[in-house]
């Protein structure tokens, strides 16, 4: 994307990185990053929900300025934990905004699910550049989040590969001659299973993603193409194109990540290794380019690449999601909250995986029909919807077992 970036410091100044869910899979590739170019990159602030022995040990070995843990309870164990380091601790959602608010040059955005949200708008007001990969802050109050870096005048710099892919070939000078943007799909571990094989299949066989090595919550999601369906909405927010101009094609090697075809007639693609280093890398060093030790591929090695068409029917989710986006309003938010319950559900036994789609498409229509499916002005209302479509999911998730 051609556009500028006032933020950036001067060339060769370390920068300074703040990683918001630092101790999740992203959290890792970005430390990866951050450790392997101390010249260029260092740590400011972390955060992680509990886990405070792998929060703490990555405080200390990065330097960190300030480390948040989002549970309370675990609150004094991470004091403990960093006790005569020098290293600042918070807890709670005080403690992650604290984190989130610090002047950092970047703060990457790698919290699961809608719980970065406030993490998200707090870097931003606070006037942080953001690299996100939480893309449930996008799908729940993308307008919101959008208005607010605008505002500031920075763009979101996108973590996740299919973004990240989009973001280094759309040409924002040229965006009015863009006929399609189109975001690739591996297809999941169920890409060839029958319909009946996937509503019955276990948590260990949706946790087997064949390309890529993730958190349960988006190798759940990824399973049932919820994943893609989040990643059209995020798209839409990130490069404000209508749902027309948006489009999905399975691609099972996982090598092309994003493809954007131009009125010409040419059609550019960005293809790379399935490792989230390599987005993370893109990220930390823009506008520049820096070199990362990351996967390589060799196209011959790799011989064919192959696309086929994404099968609604077998995966509803991915149905579901390009419905909500049609429909706007408080619906992508409401679809989030109840797949957030669904995926817990399912990971926990205590759902099927088929009925991951249903709970969640239950809950979209029960909200509709109580009226509560409306654009949130706020994030206030954004939360609000959001608990609210917890609560019905959680009442649903009863009856559908
Ligand atoms: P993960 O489960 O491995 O890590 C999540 C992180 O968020 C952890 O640090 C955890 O402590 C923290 N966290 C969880 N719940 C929290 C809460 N309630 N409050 C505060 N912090 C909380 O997840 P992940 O796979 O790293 O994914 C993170 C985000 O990046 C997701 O939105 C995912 O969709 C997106 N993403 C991930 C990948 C990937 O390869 N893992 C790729 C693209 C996009
Ligand atoms: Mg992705």
Same mark, same amino acid.
């Given at each position: 994307m051609q556009v500028s970036n006032? +933020?950036? @410091?001067? &060339?060769g100044a370390v920068k300074r990185i703040s990683v918001l869910g630092a101790t999740g899979s992203v959290g890792d590739s970005a430390l990866d990053i951050i450790a392997s170019s101390p010249d260029r990159y260092q740590v400011e602030a972390l955060t992680a929900n509990a886990n405070v022995d792998k929060l703490a040990e990555i405080a200390l070995a990065r330097g960190a300025r300030f480390a948040a843990v &989002? @549970? %309370?309870?675990r609150y004094q164990a991470l004091k403990e934990a960093l006790s005569g380091s020098g290293v600042t601790v918070g807890a709670g959602l005080s403690g992650l905004e604290e984190a989130a608010s610090m002047k950092a040059d970047i703060v990457v955005?790698?919290?699961?699910?809608?719980? #970065?949200i406030q993490p998200t708008m707090a870097s931003l007001l606070a006037g942080n550049q953001v690299a996100l990969a939480n893309k449930e802050a996008l799908v729940c109050a993308g307008d919101l989040v959008m208005a607010e870096a605008a505002k500031l005048g920075k763009p979101i710099l996108p973590v996740d590969s299919e973004h990240s892919a989009i973001f280094q070939i759309f040409d924002e000078a040229n965006r #009015? %001659? /863009? %006929?399609e943007v189109t975001i690739t799909a *591996? +297809?999941?571990?169920?890409?060839?299973?029958?319909a009946d094989e996937i509503a019955a299949a276990t948590p260990e066989q949706a946790l087997n993603h064949p390309n890529w090595s993730m958190g349960s919550k988006v190798t759940i999601d990824s399973a049932s193409l919820m994943n893609k369906g989040l990643e059209v909405i995020e798209a839409h927010h990130l490069y404000r194109m209508p749902r027309a101009k948006l489009s999905v094609v399975v691609h099972?090697? *996982? /090598?092309?990540h994003g493809l954007v075809t131009y009125t010409d007639g040419s059609m550019l693609a960005h293809l790379g290794a399935a490792d989230m280093r390599i987005p993370v890398a893109h990220c930390l060093a823009w506008p520049e380019r820096a070199p990362a030790n990351t996967r390589r591929i060799s196209l011959i090695e790799l011989g064919r690449l192959t696309f086929e068409a994404p099968d609604l029917t077998r995966f509803p989710c991915l149905r579901l999601a390009l419905e909500a986006l049609d429909e706007g309003g408080g619906l992508p938010n409401i679809m989030n909250a109840a797949n957030e319950i669904a995926v817990a559900a399912f990971l926990a036994g205590?759902?099927?995986?088929?009925?991951i789609p249903t709970l969640v498409e239950r809950t979209m229509l029960e909200m509709q029909k109580a009226g509560e499916s409306g654009a949130a002005g706020s994030i206030e209302e954004v939360l609000a919807t959001d608990k609210s479509s917890r609560l019905v999911a959680e009442r649903l998730l009863e009856r559908i077992n």
């Open positions: 006032p +933020g950036t @410091d001067a &060339a &989002a @549970d %309370e309870s955005g790698a919290i699961v699910g809608a719980a #970065g #009015g %001659e /863009i %006929e *591996s +297809g999941g571990p169920f890409r060839t299973w029958q099972p090697q *996982s /090598i092309i205590q759902m099927t995986f088929g009925g």
